[in-house]
Antibody, heavy 121, light 109 residues
Framework: EVQLVESGGGLVKPGGSLRLSCAASGFTFSSYSMNWVRQAPGKGLEWVSSISSSSSYIYYADSVKGRFTISRDNAKNSLYLQMNSLRAEDTAVYYC??????????????WGQGTMVTVSS | SSELTQDPAVSVALGQTVRITCQGDSLRSYYASWYQQKPGQAPVLVIYGKNNRPSGIPDRFSGSSSGNTASLTITGAQAEDEADYYCNSRDSSGNHLGVFGGGTKLTVL
């Protein structure tokens, strides 16, 4: 079964750090670009960051640039998001999502269940 | 960066047809994809490309595009189709799928 499972969310104080992980299974992880997408409570979806299959190309939303770092370990079938200098507005459910382009699906074709990040004092 | 615009809310009578639209300059160059999200659940891809449905998505869901507007049509809406729907596209450079619409809340009456 193709699956993405996020972990690492929790409560953190403003200015603090958190590292999210996403474990992939059921597909050749190293062939796909991966993404983080977040959703603040009661709000819409916001793309956060993207990393290509070999980590050669990395992109960030302006709202997180300079504070968040995306990375991956293809040997461990894992995606990461290091979040520093966290702000209240970073409070959201964070989803790991596969870019299906390698399977000729130009979309986020697989999503994890999400992990909640709450930034509050 | 690009932006995609959706109507915040749309309603449809049970069994009728509804169209949800998405507008943006990036849609002149790239197809939109559409995601259904029910409360407390992760988004699910329902339409991608010119008009493609992933396995398991009912054929009452279809997509189309013209100019800077993409549309998701549900023909014969069911109660279980009540959800939020988001469109998505590549950014203007085509480097990533970094552009989402604000979402449309679909109510089935």
């Amino acid at each position: 079964e193709v699956q993405l499972v996020e972990s690492g969310g929790g409560l953190v104080k403003p200015g603090g750090s958190l590292r999210l992980s996403c474990a992939a299974s059921g597909f050749t992880f190293s062939s796909y670009s991966m993404n983080w997408v977040r959703q603040a409570p009661g709000k819409g979806l916001e793309w956060v960051s993207s990393i290509s299959s070999s980590s050669s190309y990395i992109y960030y939303a302006d709202s997180v640039k300079g504070r968040f770092t995306i990375s991956r370990d293809n040997a461990k079938n894992s995606l990461y998001l290091q979040m520093n200098s966290l702000r209240a507005e970073d409070t959201a459910v964070y989803y790991c999502a596969r870019d299906g382009e390698a399977a000729s699906v130009d979309a986020f074709d697989i999503w994890g269940q999400g992990t909640m990040v709450t930034v509050s004092s | 960066s690009s932006e995609l615009t959706q109507d915040p809310a749309v309603s449809v009578a049970l069994g009728q047809t509804v169209r949800i639209t998405c507008q943006g300059d990036s849609l002149r160059s790239y197809y939109a994809s559409w995601y259904q999200q029910k409360p407390g659940q992760a988004p699910v891809l329902v339409i991608y490309g010119k008009n493609n449905r992933p396995s398991g998505i009912p054929d009452r869901f279809s997509g189309s595009s013209s100019g800077n507007t993409a549309s998701l049509t549900i023909t014969g809406a069911q109660a279980e189709d009540e959800a939020d729907y988001y469109c998505n596209s590549r950014d203007s450079s085509g480097n990533h799928l970094g552009v989402f619409g604000g979402g449309t809340k679909l109510t089935v009456l």
